[in-house]
């Protein structure tokens, strides 16, 4: 008997899962009351757990509501670009030729920048985010930082390309050649080829002996000393001429090309740069680092030929003294162009560094960057 009691309970409760709320069971048999008592607390168990439920549904969606109204409005208060109020098109009707042509060089490599950076945007965000160091910081944030990170770390090379390009304005296109080659040797190597520019050579700057040379040239003329009692480099302009001749005795009967950053003739001499963002290496890469620039030099083995460690811009700030491991190895201020003093031997006359400045930033509104970062982003966090 007590087995059908309590199949008569489940059945009941099965039965009232689906009454309305206001719904009860009633009975007739004084022996099912508290069978029945069980089922109608059985009820509104359900019945209360349900609307919880529900409450909790409803709450959920409009937290997600608010978490998508505040994300959208994080993105469109985002600009990384600091517009100001003038429109970009009367900016550039403003703009003489000359700052024209600057400004479209950097619109042009900057442009191609960007596209680079939008390829690759998607895979690059959820490689950050899989990264389980970086997940207590909100997706906009990592999204801004994978933006910053792939822009920072790929735009050394638009910028070179900038260097180049302006040098070419100010100097000629046969000054600031693809192929750099003082001595006029003979070669077949097409110029429409080259990536950059490069050196051509008679010298087998990969000889071992070669190389112990020069880094034995480097390490002889290191700066000493700290203070008052501080000997600077006896890497100068000068001093490397030693390397011409030591160079010559590594002749051979082919032709070997190295990559230059930067090169150009300025009706006087042959200046090669080892150009750098910052130029914040530490104390293990810059010698490494200067004796690739007198490598080069040794190839290019001419008297009229000045060596440069040059950086984009000054790390310590426009004005400041640059500070930096590489000091220790070249003559400063002699052997370096630090930011505006790199710009201003090669930007075109008329346009100094601080007018560059501007340009580049013109050229930024022009691509639409602050729209362009907005929609990658979007596209990251959907």
Sequence with gaps: MRKDKENYKLNKIDEVRNLKKEDKIYVN???????????????????????????????KEKETLVDNDFDEQAIENLDIVDDDNLKVSDKIESLNEMEIIVKDIVFAEFSRLIDTIEDDFILNYNKKRYNFLL??????????????????????????RVAERVARVRYGEKNVPSIINPRGL???????VVNGQIIVTDIDLDHGTLKGEIAKFRASNIA??????RKGSGV????????????????????????VDLAFYDGEDWNILEL???GDLD???????????????????????????????????????????????????EMFLIGK??????????????RFTELYKIALEEIDLNERIKSMIRSALE
């Design 283 to 333: 104390s293990s890469n810059a010698p490494s680092n200067i004796e690739k620039l007198l490598s080069i030099y040794t190839g290019v083995n001419v008297e009229n030929a000045k060596v440069y460690f040059a950086t984009l811009y000054n790390k310590d700030g426009e004005g400041n003294t640059w500070t930096g491991a590489v000091k220790k190895h070249m003559a400063y201020p």
């Design 276 to 278: 750098k963002a910052g």
């Design 224 to 229: 000493t000393g700290r203070g008052k009692n």
């Design 186 to 192: 003979e070669h077949n190597i097409q110029a429409e």
């Design 29 to 59: 048999d004084v022996n099912d009351v508290n069978d029945v008592n069980d089922a109608n607390d059985e009820i509104k168990i359900i019945k209360q757990n349900e609307a919880i439920r529900k409450n909790d549904e409803k709450n």
């Design 341 to 354: 003093d790199l710009w201003n031997k090669i930007l075109p006359k008329g346009i100094s560094y601080k």
């Design 236 to 259: 100068t302009q000068e001093s490397i001429k030693e390397l011409i001749p030591i160079g010559q005795e590594y002749k051979i009967d082919e032709i070997k090309i190295k990559p």
């Design 135 to 160: 997940s207590q910081l909100d997706e906009l944030v990592t999204a801004t930082m994978v933006f910053v990170s792939s822009f920072e770390s790929k735009s050394g090379f638009a910028i070179e």
